[in-house]
């Protein structure tokens, strides 16, 4: 019978490897993409699940303990810079799409439709963003996307804490 951490730990890491699947799937689909952001993905993926496997072993040397510890920064620094890419829409598909969504409003011009330049802005047509989530849902999707590496993070930060209190 498996104990609770056993449980939850194999769960977290099915669902991490799930949304893993599922985010690096999409970025094949798009070869036009950047290789480092791969890279990078893959970096923010592998690494809180090397911090999640180390969280549940016993580190007795001090050399173990400080791989983990520099392990664990490289994945909250991925993370952190993989949420902020996230949450701004800084990413390549993003950069992309704004680019093919400028040169679509350019392309309509009055010629094609006349009624623009008679109606305000909101009769026209609506709100140019109307399609896009606001910022709060963005920040929920990211969160519940990417909880399994969150998670590994977390769990990582609290072993770890111990041992920063030891240096410090």
Known sequence: MLTNIEWWGGLIFVLGAITYRLVMGALEKNEDGIHWYRGLMHAFFLLPAVVLAGYFYPLPRAGWQYGYLAVLGASLAVVLVMLVQEITGDSPADA???????????????????????????????????????????VVGALALYSPVLVACGLGCHKAWPMVQRLL
């Open 96 to 138: 992309e799409k704004k680019k093919a969504d400028k040169a679509k409003t350019k392309g309509e011009g009055a010629e094609e439709n006349p009624q623009a330049k008679k109606q305000p802005p909101d009769a026209a047509g609506g709100d140019e963003d109307d399609d896009e989530p606001g910022w709060l849902m963005t």
